[in-house]
């Protein structure tokens, strides 16, 4: 009797703690039927980007942006622009803020988002402040670029 009863304590106890909800380090990160995510940012809304960029810098920080859930496609120069808004359909268009010019009348028919890439050490983050509901500076973390980008593509949804 006494055996019966301490082996139906041991199976209470052994339920209660099993039935209880557990929360283990990372477990939020943790979905059911995914699999477990560690990336530092990740886009909630990933966008379809085409970007300006010439050197190693710049490529390299457009695979960060790549890594956070953006489809980024590279074009060398803002005169290439045309050709691949022509092929398909972008959200957003990252360049140089000197090429702002070029880049207007490359969009022509497009309905894609420019946002100017202003240099930090230069005057043209005021001018760009002037002219542009957003824009990025060179200098700006992939936090900040991460951020103004979704509000980009949030507002194209609106």
Do not use: W
């Not at 106890?13 to 209880?20: E, G, N, Q």
């Not at 909630?44 to 300006?52: F, Q, S, T």
């Amino acid at each position: 009797m006494q055996k019966s009863r301490l082996l139906a304590a041991a199976a209470v106890a052994i339920l209660t703690i099993v039935s209880c909800p557990t929360f283990a380090c990372g477990e939020s990160l943790f979905r059911v039927g995914k699999g477990m995510v560690y990336r530092e940012y990740t886009a909630p809304l990933p966008g379809n980007i085409v970007v300006v960029a010439q050197s190693e810098s710049d490529l390299a920080f457009l695979d960060l942006l790549a890594a956070a859930g953006h489809h980024v496609t590279v074009v060398p120069t803002a005169h290439e622009l045309s050709g691949q808004l022509a092929n398909q359909e972008f959200d957003i268009i990252l360049a140089p803020f000197g090429d702002r010019d070029l880049v207007v009348q490359q969009m022509s028919g497009s309905l894609a988002t420019y946002l100017p890439v202003a240099q930090y050490d230069s005057e043209e983050p005021q001018l760009a402040r002037q002219l542009y509901p957003e824009y990025l500076e060179s200098n700006d973390s992939l936090k900040h670029f991460l951020k103004v980008i979704h509000k980009t593509l949030k507002h194209r949804q609106a």
